[in-house]
């Protein structure tokens, strides 16, 4: 069961602000999806290798050459705002 | 023109292109017009002007490709169905549509699609939902239903999309078209704007086997810009087999009996009589952890989506909330305007899933069952060729039927989910209706097992001589014009 309170500490945690009603509707939905999933818990998977990645590929290394990198007015004509070069965004100190 | 070129695939277009027939210009203008006279929602962006004519002797002549809305493609619109990118014009061009346009395909236009590929039914688009061109109170499954109904209903040539739980094959089985999930690691998944990295796969969507091939042909290959990607082992080839002789088809009893619509099951039952008949060997067998793939999936797909959505913060590009009080605020309440319901329930899953304390039941205990899956495929390739399946247990619903009940959603990846977890290639080609509506057969294979697939597909395909010619017949006006892109909430429904 996903309460109230643990739906607002995951949506804190996903940066992501809920509505009252989304929070309801959330607690529900999450609630039954997870039924159907815990489902694996009765697998026995002692010893299982978990698998992050399918295709056998180890690191793949490349010569560390200096390049050119995007042009800073095409990257910052995307950003919804801008300031002396840059993103501009509220203090993360205020 | 219009009639006759429709009447021609794609490689009979660009047969026709070379051979000095038919003009490339010609060709895509005629699609063009119909794309822009979409009623079905499918597009929502047009190109306007005819490209410059390709190369006398490249290899796709020329013959316009329609591109899922989620590749970035320089200067075009690419918004991934969501309205957090409404608008975002990418810098450059994604690996795949890029390989495209230099084997000579030019960009017909964007298709619509669930939100950041999240969803079977594409009904999640920000866009509006896309309609079914069997019958348009139905859904054309998703996510990639904007590229399956264009291709369906004769709005484009050929279309790529994406499949991550079965977001290329569903769709095409819905609207019935083929469509392929190469091996992972086939095709760069640079500039294909992230859902889940470790499942996502870029494919070709098609109306038959032929152009399926040709089109993946042009879009495979590794790529410096994506470390996952790996060399395609040999050249895609023409299909041409005729027969399935000493062809083993496994059919594995948890994708084919419970759970699958009667129709659906009978029609699938039909086209093994007809594998059989094609000299195949038909061995029953087991997948036993198949049925928890969807448990395994909607843990990790979730997962990697919280992580890989977690850049839409409204500081580098796309939606910025009008207003905010600090900085945090500024991202939880872009992040409340610009996502949708679905999206919103799958990053809530997925960071639950992450979370201290929850991370080893769900996320590590999905990585383990993965393995399993894995393995259940390795044992059964090593007693059988291919592993076939209903594509999809249902036909297209209705539009809205499902949009109350997350789960009753989900349950239409049941049979196309365990291939992505396993990394494995696996086709779709439609076998004939239920109801009136298209039915896919999927057949998987080993790794990189592209081409058998491909001939196995083909031979398939010519026996059961499926006809998708009604579906083309709906197109009207109601469209974005050329050059122009939808808004969000803008479609129909």
């Avoid at chain 1, 007015?73 to 801008?82: F, Q, T």
């Avoid at chain 2, 198949?290 to 977690?310: F, G, Q, R, V």
Wanted: proline letters at 7%; a negative charge; hydrophobic letters at 40%.
């Amino acid at each position: 069961m996903i309460d109230r309170e643990q739906v607002l500490h995951v949506a804190r945690l996903a940066r992501l602000e809920l509505s009252d009603a989304e929070v309801e509707r959330m607690s529900g939905e999450l609630t039954g999806i997870l039924g159907h999933i815990e489902k694996i818990g009765e697998l026995d998977l002692d010893g299982v290798c978990p698998t992050s990645h399918v295709v056998e590929v180890t690191n793949k290394l490349r010569a560390d050459e200096p390049r050119p990198s995007w042009p800073r007015e095409k990257i910052l004509g995307a950003a919804p705002a801008v300031r002396d070069d840059g993103f501009e965004v509220p203090s993360p100190q205020a | 023109m219009s009639a006759e070129v429709l009447a021609l695939t794609a490689a009979q277009a660009g047969e026709r292109i070379r051979a000095g027939e038919l003009r490339s210009a010609d060709v895509f203008a005629a699609y063009r017009d119909r794309a822009a006279a979409d009623e079905l929602n499918a597009f929502v962006w047009v190109a306007d002007d005819v490209p410059a004519a390709a190369a006398a002797d490249a290899p796709l002549a020329g013959v316009p490709v329609a591109v899922k809305d989620l590749f970035c493609t320089e200067g075009v619109p690419s918004q991934a169905g969501s309205k957090i990118l409404e608008d975002y014009r990418p810098p450059y061009t994604a690996t795949a549509v890029r390989n495209l346009q230099q084997g000579g395909a030019p960009l017909l236009g964007k298709t619509n699609q669930d939100e950041f590929a999240m969803g079977s039914s594409n009904e999640n688009s920000a866009y509006g939902p896309v309609r079914n061109p069997w019958d348009p109170t139905r859904v054309p499954g998703g996510s990639s239903g904007g590229s399956a109904a264009a291709v369906a209903a004769g709005l484009a040539p050929w279309a790529i999309g994406t499949d991550t739980g079965g977001s290329i094959r569903q769709p095409a089985a819905l609207c019935g078209i083929v469509g392929m999930k190469p091996t992972y690691g086939a095709v760069s998944r640079y500039g294909m704007i992230a859902f889940a990295s470790s499942l996502d796969q870029a494919g070709p969507l098609t109306r038959d086997v032929t152009d399926c091939a040709l089109l993946l042909r042009h879009m495979v290959g590794q790529d410096p810009c994506d470390s996952t990607s790996v060399a395609f082992p040999e050249e895609v080839r023409t299909p041409s087999a005729e027969r399935l002789d000493g062809i083993r088809l496994g059919v594995p009893e948890e994708l084919t009996g419970e759970g699958i619509e009667p129709g659906v099951l009978e029609n699938f039952n039909a086209t093994l009589r007809t594998c059989e008949e094609l000299g195949a060997t038909i061995e029953p067998m087991r997948l036993p952890h198949a049925p928890h793939a969807l448990s395994a999936y909607y843990i990790i797909a979730p997962a990697e989506a919280s992580a890989n959505l977690a850049r839409y913060d409204g500081v580098r590009y796309g939606l910025r909330a009008p207003e905010y009080d600090d900085l945090l605020s500024m991202y939880t309440r872009t992040r409340r305007a610009g996502f949708g319901a679905e999206v919103k329930r799958r990053i809530m899953l997925g960071t639950y899933a992450l979370s201290s304390g929850y991370y080893d039941a769900y996320y590590g205990r999905a990585q383990q069952v993965r393995t399993k899956i894995a393995d259940d495929f390795r044992a059964a390739f090593a007693a059988v060729d291919f592993v076939v399946t209903p594509t999809s247990p249902n036909v297209a619903f209705g539009l809205g039927s499902k949009t109350d009940d997350p789960w009753a959603m989900y349950l239409n990846d049941y049979c196309t989910v365990p291939v992505p977890l396993a990394g494995l290639p696996a086709i779709s080609i439609p076998s004939g209706l239920s109801e009136g509506l298209p039915v896919g057969f999927q057949i998987i294979g080993g790794a990189f097992s592209e081409n058998r697939i491909l001939d196995a597909a083909y031979a398939l395909e010519q026996a059961i001589g499926f006809d998708g010619s009604s579906a083309r017949g709906i197109a009207g006006p109601d469209a974005p014009r050329p050059g122009q892109e939808r808004r969000p909430d803008g479609g129909k429904g």
